[in-house]
């Protein structure tokens, strides 16, 4: 069986989580590099036809979406593990924090540094005032747990972390939020952890 091929780009969040996990499930895979040159090509759009990033090839399944592409990683490599437990209310926690990684994460720090670094055509104003309301909700939700879904790490960690720890990259800053600073480095410590590149900080923070 052929491996595991993953297209996207090393400076994605999204991508970034589904790297994360297939590390921690010690699962061989291929990296494809898919800039935006890649990704407006009649082949690429094969493959994902919005010409989105991630892409996860696993034999004849073809998966866009990073949350549903650790959904499956979970269930098919890890089924019944804590990444993504069997039990009714853990799972249902799983996806509350799955929620808003695709919610408030995206359109807040995700967006900011999506405007910050790259010129995207998003709204930074809008973007900071989703940072500003999320993060204490997260702050203070972490200051009780050690990790956002279980007792132990699960996807929703790795969903919610790689956006959050580059909040600095869009300018907002993290020094606010000192549970949310242990959770990010409580994540860097475990088995299969690989950072991403760092991008210059911009001048003014919020």
């Not at 589904?18 to 699962?27: A, D, G, K, Q, T």
């Not at 010129?119 to 104003?125: D, G, S």
């Not at 203070?140 to 960690?157: E, K, N, P, Y």
Request: aromatic residues 8%; glycine residues 4%; hydrophobic residues 45%.
């Amino acid at each position: 069986m052929p491996p595991i091929q993953l297209y996207g780009t090393p400076l994605s969040g999204h991508c970034h989580r589904v790297v994360l996990l297939l590390n921690m499930l010690n699962l061989s895979f291929e990296a494809k590099e898919a800039p935006a040159s890649v990704r407006q090509t009649a082949a690429f759009q094969q493959l994902s036809p919005m010409a989105q990033i991630p892409v996860l090839v696993d034999g004849d399944l073809v998966l866009t979406d990073s949350n549903a592409i650790l959904v499956y990683l979970a269930k098919r490599y890890a089924p019944g593990s804590h990444w993504l437990p069997d039990d009714a209310m853990q799972a249902a926690q799983v996806q509350q924090w799955l929620s808003k990684a695709a919610g408030e994460i995206r359109y807040g720090v995700a967006s900011a540094r999506m405007v910050a670094q790259f010129k995207a055509p998003e709204n930074y104003e809008t973007a900071v005032a989703i940072a500003r309301r999320f993060l204490p909700h997260l702050e203070q939700h972490l200051s009780q747990h050690d990790f956002l879904a279980t007792g132990r790490v699960t996807i929703a960690d790795l969903a919610c972390s790689s956006y959050v720890r580059t909040a600095p990259e869009g300018g907002i800053s993290l020094e606010p939020y000192p549970a949310i600073r242990e959770w990010l480095a409580r994540i860097a410590t475990l088995p299969g952890y690989q950072p991403q590149p760092e991008l210059p900080l911009p001048a003014a923070t919020q």
